[in-house]
């Protein structure tokens, strides 16, 4: 990625993390500005390790990382600029979602009545309102993801890690968590967004780092990264779409030149495979509206995804 260094915020200069035997994060060399960066990987290729160092909450090992050109290692205050959304959870599980995030608003140093008002505001943006005077320990699995993203963004930080934000969303909570994401792109902030799903990154933002092994295997734009995609014929891509009338649906599938097969798994399931897997995903919403099929979710297999991104990793080494 090419940036000036008016547009630089984040740098990673020769990165590397390794506990004690086992590499991390390694010789990772990038520069990220404002808007939306996807971070794809498997699991285990080093995301979250990634996130943690860039973020400051772990120490690089090796090498050492720049927001707005001072060491993060050496500049405390550069924390209160960045926001952190880890994957797994560590909430505080006996308190409310409005009282989980005036805590750690006030432990960012905001007076009750800011960190009150800074709770309402990032509860109503992630479509918490309601759940607000709730116990966090009662919110469901999409609910949990929600205020794990309002913490991240209550304090108004330029630089946001999000990592696996959209894990357990139904597809109505991971419509409105992406159209926010997109908001705050627009709005300036510098954001990092990891996924092993190809299309939900595509639908936020063109610019990508993918990762594999702790290094970073490519870095640009989707476009040039995706055309490896679409010209492997002989790998294609199966979705799992789980719908309310599975066989309308692949009826429906089957004559488009996106999909190469459909499978009927269930009444409400299918799996299709596509070698056009970005113009499927923008196409799907078009072919089940005219069969007057709901689509419930969909999800990328990840046996074929490992073989994508094995393709993609043997061409950039």
């Known amino acids: 990625m090419s940036s000036t260094a008016m547009e630089t915020v984040l740098v990673a200069d020769d990165v ?11 010789g990772v060399q990038c520069e990220v500005g404002p808007g939306i960066t996807g971070l794809l990987g498997l699991n285990g290729a080093g995301k979250s390790t990634l996130f943690k160092v860039l973020a ?66 990032a509860l109503s943006r992630c479509h918490l309102t309601d759940a607000a005077h709730r116990r966090v320990a009662g919110y469901s699995k999409g609910m949990r993801q929600k205020i794990k993203l ?8 330029d630089v946001m890690f ?19 994401i997109r908001e705050l792109g627009k709005e300036g902030k510098t954001i990092l967004l990891s996924s092993h799903l190809l299309h939900e990154v595509e639908a936020m933002t063109s610019t990508i780092m993918l990762i594999t092994n702790g290094r970073i295997r490519a870095h640009g734009h989707f476009t040039e990264i995706r055309d490896h995609l679409e010209n ?5 891509l199966r979705i799992e779409v789980d719908c309310s009338n599975a066989r309308e649906l692949a009826v429906n599938l089957i004559a488009s030149e996106d999909v190469q097969a459909v499978q009927v798994e ?25 069969a007057e099929v709901d689509i419930r979710g969909y999800r990328t297999l990840d046996d074929d995804l490992k073989s994508l991104f094995a393709y993609l990793v043997e061409g950039t080494q």
């Open 266 to 290: 269930a009444d409400d399931r299918l799996i299709v495979s596509s070698t056009r897997s970005s113009r499927f995903f923008k196409h799907l919403p078009h072919v089940a509206l005219e």
């Open 232 to 236: 492997l014929e002989n790998e294609p």
């Open 16 to 26: 590397s993390r390794w506990y004690g035997q086992v590499i991390g994060v390694q």
């Open 162 to 180: 999000l990592d696996e934000p959209f894990n357990g969303m139904d597809p109505v909570s991971r419509h409105e968590s992406m159209e926010l």
């Open 56 to 121: 400051g909450q772990i120490a690089p090992s090796k090498g050492r990382v720049l927001v707005f050109g001072h060491d993060l290692g050496s500049s405390r205050g550069l924390y209160h600029r960045i926001g952190f959304c880890p994957e797994p959870d560590a909430l505080y599980e006996f308190m409310t979602g409005h009282e989980m995030l005036m805590y750690l608003l006030r432990l960012q140093g905001f007076s009750k009545s800011e960190a009150s008002a800074r709770a309402d505001k």
């Open 150 to 157: 309002a913490q991240a963004m209550a304090h108004d930080p």
